[in-house]
């Protein structure tokens, strides 16, 4: 590998997935693989023009793909499934080279893929109403779950293709036809995923309208097409918490309905009866994996007064052991930060929090991996108290750690921020692993026992409350937000009764 550029290396991972469009534009969107901070491709952008175009495309896919019943729509998915299983490899290195991630990550990426679209395929035949009971004779009452219409999806650097997924994949056999805008810094990755599901449209056969999937290249003002087309009847979007400020209430003003999946600051609570070793590993993965840069990355941790001694060393010789390296030619745990902007945001982080009285561990930057791209010592920091940096999301390698002494405080501090993301609590103590998941407990959308923030499977629904946007896509119910429900009542008698008892008799 190290013999070929990385340039190349992209133009055969994507000829492998199936891009015949080239990659060399003269000039346009130029792609930067934070790897090794090289540009691995120019893309030429979409117009604004042409994405009015791809919107329309998508609008009249709708009206024949609502059409097609969902088990059908099902089988799409299943051929995907099979197409992406064949891919996964190669995918998961376009996600390694557009994103930084070791093998091992990049590829799990495309296994949430397989795994949400394993989902769909069975929701497909359960997209289910209820028959209501009436107050009235000879009458019936149901609900009906129909197609929504189009669906914008909008995701971020870090996580290149399985945000999308989660939403496509149910949005398919919902009956919803995709345009997607991915992050303006990971478009390889997009492209090469629509050519895995072209694959399996082309086997599909002539059930597939045109424009049931589509790919917009290019900057925020594509993310602005979709955001405020009147076609584009649900807007999915992964970002910054900045991000969903601009687009919540756009999309509000036109009454057209929005997921936000938006940024969180993650919290674990280590209790005394904590078991320490396990809590170790689920602390490291959770704060230095993926570089910090998952939205679940654990980045707050409060541990007991009475354990602090025994776990916050062991965890400083985690940090000082980590291995941090180029993902695709070495076997580090730890990858580059996406880019300059990243690494100057945690570079202020550290400063603020130096300046507040934290004991900063790590969060060098590691010249002896690259001069050029951005690779750091993930950073962990002692803090006397939650305040400056430790209230606001850095996406990069930070985890703050706090010591506390009484359980229903650090609750209270627990929930003391804007991110509602996810949470986990150490402790084999049935009451205390109780109270975190009642009312009282944590306020995140996710809550774990004895497992970290990160690495959710996609069964259960995803997202958050508060400032991470109240959105919820993947497993459970989420389906629902695909879709549109009409409440039938049907008469077979021969009266009308009015309900509530109305007369209106002429
Ligand atoms: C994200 O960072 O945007 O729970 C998504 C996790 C992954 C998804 C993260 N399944 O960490």
């Not at 910090?292 to 985690?318: I, N, S, W």
């Not at 999301?393 to 929930?415: G, R």
């Not at 809550?447 to 259960?460: D, F, Q, R």
Request: aromatic share 6%; hydrophobic share 45%; with cysteine.
């Amino acid at each position: 590998m190290s013999s070929k550029s990385l340039a190349v290396v992209t133009a055969e991972t994507m000829a492998a997935c199936g891009v015949t469009a080239p990659l060399d534009a003269a000039d346009g969107l130029a792609v930067t693989s934070p790897v090794t901070a090289e540009v691995v491709a120019t893309l030429v952008p979409h117009s604004a023009a042409e994405a009015e175009a791809m919107i329309a495309k998508a609008d009249a896919a709708f009206r024949k793909w609502r059409m097609i019943p969902a088990p059908r729509r099902g089988e799409l998915v299943r051929l995907f499934a099979e197409e992406l299983r064949q891919s996964k490899e190669d995918l998961g290195r376009m996600v390694s080279i557009e994103a930084g991630k070791s093998p091992s990550e990049g590829q799990g990426e495309v296994q949430e893929m397989i795994d949400i679209c394993d989902f769909a395929v069975g929701l497909s035949r359960q997209l289910y109403g209820l028959t209501i009971a009436t107050e009235r004779p000879g009458h019936r009452m149901m609900e009906t779950w129909h197609p929504l219409g189009v669906v914008g999806i909008i995701t971020a650097f870090n996580f290149p293709c399985a945000p999308w997924c989660w939403n496509a994949a149910l949005a398919l056999v919902c009956g919803d036809p995709v345009v997607w805008k991915p992050s303006e810094k990971t478009p390889l990755t997009a492209l090469a995923v629509q050519a895995v599901l072209d694959r399996a449209l082309a086997r599909f056969g002539d059930d597939a309208p045109e424009g049931l999937s589509q790919v917009l290249v290019g900057g925020p003002e594509l993310g602005e097409a979709l955001v405020d087309s009147p076609k584009v009847a649900l807007i999915s979007a992964t970002g910054s918490t900045r991000m969903g400020r601009i687009v919540g209430p756009k999309v509000a003003a036109r009454f057209g309905r929005c997921i936000l999946e938006l940024g969180g600051n993650n919290a674990g609570i280590v209790c005394p009866s904590a078991d320490l070793d396990m809590t170790l590993r689920a602390v490291a993965f959770g704060a230095m994996g993926t570089a910090g840069q998952r939205c679940t990355t654990m980045r707050r941790l409060f541990v007991h007064e009475a354990v602090y001694d025994q776990l916050v060393p062991a965890l400083k010789k985690a940090y000082a052991s980590v291995t941090v390296g180029n993902p695709l030619e070495t076997a580090a745990l730890v990858g580059p930060l996406i880019d300059k902007a990243a690494y100057d945001g945690m570079l202020v982080a550290l400063e603020e929090a130096r300046a507040l009285g934290g004991t900063v561990h790590g969060g060098e930057r590691a010249p002896e991996v690259s001069n050029s791209a951005y690779y750091v010592h993930p950073a962990l920091v002692e803090m006397p108290e939650q305040a400056g940096p430790v209230l606001r999301e850095t996406f990069a390698p930070i985890l703050y750690v706090m010591k506390y002494s009484d359980f229903d405080e650090v609750l209270e501090q627990h929930n003391a921020v804007g991110g509602g993301l996810s949470s986990s609590i150490f402790t084999t103590d049935l009451r205390e692993m109780e109270t975190f998941l009642s009312a009282r407990g944590s306020d995140c959308g996710i809550a774990n026992v004895n497992i970290g923030t990160s690495g959710a499977e996609i069964g259960g629904a995803f997202g958050g409350e508060k400032e991470t946007g109240g959105g919820r896509e993947s497993g459970s119910d989420a389906w629902r937000a695909y879709m549109r429900r009409a409440t039938n009542t049907i008469n077979y008698s021969k009266d009308l009764p009015l309900a509530q008892g109305v007369v209106f008799d002429i």
